[in-house]
């Protein structure tokens, strides 16, 4: 009998390291997909500011551009 509920408990045991186990690479995996999404998105919106500055600064120069022009005629 007690060889028995020795042999149970070992088997929880086990299985309950296996579970943390488990649960810990899903943990893991979900943060590395986290990060790996805010750097996706980071990536983007950094790209979509730099699109937006370099249309701000054609539309400076195109607006400098139309300034000079009545003046060298």
Known sequence: MFKAIS???N???EL???LFSIVF???SIVCNL???LYHLFSAFYIRH???KEIERLKSEEREQR???KP???
Do not use: G, H
Request: aromatic residues 8%; glycine residues 0%.
């Open 34 to 36: 986290t990060k790996a």
């Open 25 to 27: 690479s899903v943990f």
């Open 49 to 51: 500011k730099a699109n």
């Open 71 to 73: 003046n060298q005629e």
């Open 16 to 18: 309950v390291k296996s």
């Open 7 to 9: 042999t149970l408990f």
């Open 66 to 68: 139309l300034d000079n």
């Open 11 to 13: 088997s929880i045991v």
